[in-house]
């Protein structure tokens, strides 16, 4: 992280509103990234954006949606649609053709 | 987030020794690892990556190796300190590619 900045850190919400996590970056990185982090489980990848104005579904894109109009910029709106929306979610940056990938500090989603 | 590292593999040592954490990797065509470190409620901190042309890389108290035949990889700290609890894990990406796929991770616990 250092350049890297997701907010807030907790969130709470009921179920059936959408809401919208926050990645900001000033790091200069083309590529950005959500992931979904479950106890016990690996990092699974919901959407990624390489380049400003297009982004690409992950393995769970079901239920969540991206938009990318700014290099620095890539939030993530969970939807009513997302049947388990509680987890911690993560935004990465990185080059593009597989180089390092840096994490922001993560929000806590809860939904109830 | 806070609940990272429930149900994971857990390694424990005693503060001043070595660790050793092994990760298995399935695709063949992964072309480059990275490790990360992970503490609770936490984004996933870089540590040391490798690419499939070396089979060994070192940083400060850490060594990464890299076996290709049998797809393994493995992380080793010199002298682990109690700050070097986490849950740490790996991720590999095949040459040219733009996702990563993450292992769920081992727990590391020091002990004083």
């Known amino acids: 992280d250092g350049g890297i900045t997701q907010s807030p850190k907790y969130l709470f919400r009921k179920e059936g509103q959408n809401v919208t996590l926050s990645c900001e970056q000033n790091?200069?990185?083309?590529?950005m990234y959500w992931y979904r982090q479950d106890p016990g489980q690996g990092l699974r990848l919901i959407y990624y954006s390489q380049i400003v104005n297009d982004f690409q579904k992950g393995d769970i894109a079901e239920g969540y949606s991206v938009s990318r109009e700014k290099k620095e910029s890539f939030p993530l709106t969970v939807t009513s649609a997302q049947k388990n929306p509680t987890a911690f979610y993560l935004c990465?940056?990185?080059?593009?053709?597989?180089?390092?990938?840096?994490f922001g500090p993560g929000t806590r989603l809860t939904v109830t | 987030g806070e609940n990272v590292g429930l149900h994971l593999p857990t390694l424990s040592v005693q503060e001043g020794d070595n660790s050793i954490i092994n990760c298995a990797y399935s695709?063949?065509?992964?072309?480059?690892f990275i490790w990360y470190k992970q503490e609770s409620g936490k984004g996933p901190q870089f540590i040391i990556d490798?690419?499939?042309?070396?089979d060994k890389r070192q940083g400060q108290r850490v060594t990464v190796l890299l076996n290709k035949t049998v797809k393994h990889l493995s992380l080793q700290i010199a002298a682990t300190q109690p700050g070097d609890s986490a849950v740490y894990f790996c991720?590999?990406?095949?040459?040219?590619?733009?996702?990563?796929?993450f292992g769920s991770g081992t727990k590391l616990n020091v002990k004083p």
């Open positions: 991720a590999e990406t095949p040459y040219n590619f733009n996702k990563f796929y």
């Open positions: 490798i690419r499939s042309n070396m």
């Open positions: 695709n063949s065509a992964s072309d480059y």
């Open positions: 790091l200069n990185h083309d590529a």
């Open positions: 990465a940056v990185g080059g593009t053709a597989g180089s390092k990938q840096y």
